[in-house]
């Protein structure tokens, strides 16, 4: 089942705090227009806090983003994208990436891509729009579950 953009927005932030409250964090959505952050994530004494960006499309493996991504580089920060298939009987995919890691690999991608020649070998016209593709990244930059989890177990931030 095909759903509209927003409410699979939505889906996918619930599907990720669903994901992280089930592996014993506490997982809080913030309001719509807080810019950057979709979920602050404690542990249950409050000792540690890590925020998750949430991207989500439906049947993609391909998720646009904003140029301003290149320079979001928090240390306690990860992006979580999101696969929503319209099979209702098959779970959601995730990719999980630590926000230095994914703002190094899609500057460096863009300016790859920049350097090749276009269409009919003409020079690429420079944009805002930015990408994830999963199968640009090496194996251990993307993340599972309980990896993040462990990772924010483990830290020293608070």
Request: charged fraction near 25%; proline fraction near 3%; glycine fraction near 6%.
């Amino acid at each position: 089942m095909k759903i509209s953009k927003q409410l699979c927005g939505i889906a996918g932030e619930y599907y990720a705090a669903a994901e992280i409250s089930r592996r014993g964090f506490l997982a809080a959505i913030t309001l719509r227009n807080s810019d950057g952050v979709d979920i602050l994530v404690s542990n249950i004494e409050g000792s540690k806090l890590f925020s998750i960006q949430v991207k989500t499309t439906q049947n993609k493996s391909k998720w646009i983003l904003n140029k301003k991504i290149e320079n979001d580089k928090a240390e306690n920060k990860y992006f979580v994208f999101v696969n929503i298939p319209q099979d209702l009987e098959k779970q959601p995919k995730y990719y999980i990436v630590k926000s230095a890691i994914l703002a190094d690999r899609i500057y460096n991608g863009h300016r790859n891509w920049l350097s090749e020649p276009g269409k009919n070998g003409k020079t690429r016209n420079d944009s805002d729009v930015r990408q994830f593709d999963p199968k640009y990244f090496k194996q251990e930059e993307l993340l599972n579950w309980d990896s993040l989890i462990e990772i924010i177990h483990n830290s020293n931030v608070s």
